[in-house]
Structure formats: C-alpha cells, structure tokens
C-alpha cells in the first residue's frame, strides 16, 4: 500500500497537485477494493477515517483521479471507479448488479483483430476501445432463488 500511495503523490506532484489528506484516504479506499465502486460507497468508507469529509469532496477528488490517469471510471448508469489500470475489461451481473474484472489477454488478440478489421473497411482511426461482457455471475447462477435482488452497489 505505502508503494501505492507514494507512486499516487508522486504522480500527483509531478502534475502540480498536492497528496491532501482526503485525497490520500479516498486514493487509499479506492485502491484497497477489487470491487468497482461507487461515489456513495467510497464515501461512506472514507467517513470511517474522516468524519468530516463530504461527498461532493468525494466526487471532486475521484474525478481528479480520474483525469489524472490514477483511477478509472466504468460508464453506466451509476458512475463506478477502478484503480485497476492494467488492460482488462469488465463482465457486469444483470441480477446483481456486481461489476467483475475479466483479464485483458483473454480477449484482446481478439479485440485487436477486430479493430483492424473495423479499421479497414470504415477507414476509421480507433485509438482505443472497450469491451464489456454481461450475464449472470457465479453466485447469482448458483442461487435458487428465482426473484432479482435488487442491484446495490459495493
């Protein structure tokens, strides 16, 4: 974690902003989860340490983490946040909602052709790209349970 947190101050120092106490413990959370989550959720976590600490603080210090290239925002219809910067892409639950890392060397040779195929007969210029996969998880397979829980956030 000490690694962690001194490549984030030094990467945030060498754009020109400071390691505050918020951003060091929302930056600490935030790196501390392999779940993907929310705003609310990182705030309450933070609140545990410091008391004080708004959520509209919460939101400002992730976008900038964000923009800084230090955390990852996962579009839908809840913002989720990744620390994970590592190529991967995500499989997203639709009973449970829950957000799950799938390793990018499983499906980027196949992404990478396909890029190339989109590329050449569109005349396109893709920089980048994004691949999500969605279903049901493990638990959620395995549950007997025929009714949707409702999706929450971790």
């Known amino acids: 974690m000490r690694t962690i947190l001194k490549n984030g101050e030094s990467a945030l120092r060498a754009r020109g902003l ?11 959370v935030l790196r501390g989860t392999e779940s993907h989550p929310t705003a609310e959720w990182v705030h309450r976590m933070v609140r545990r340490r410091l008391s004080r600490v708004s959520l509209g603080t919460v939101y400002r210090n992730l976008r900038l983490l964000v923009a800084e290239g230090l955390a990852a925002e996962i579009p839908g219809p809840h913002a989720r946040f ?58 959620c397979r395995s549950s007997r349970s025929r009714r949707a829980p409702a999706r929450r956030a971790p």
């Open 82 to 139: 990744d620390a994970n910067l590592a190529a991967h892409h995500h499989f997203t639950c639709l009973r449970c909602g829950c957000i799950l890392d799938v390793d990018g060397p499983l499906a980027e040779p196949h992404a990478a052709a396909l890029r190339g195929r989109v590329a050449a007969r569109t005349g396109l210029a893709i920089t980048h790209h994004r691949i999500e996969f969605f279903g049901r998880c493990p638990r």
């Open 18 to 28: 400071r390691l505050t106490g918020p951003r060091k413990v929302i930056l600490e």
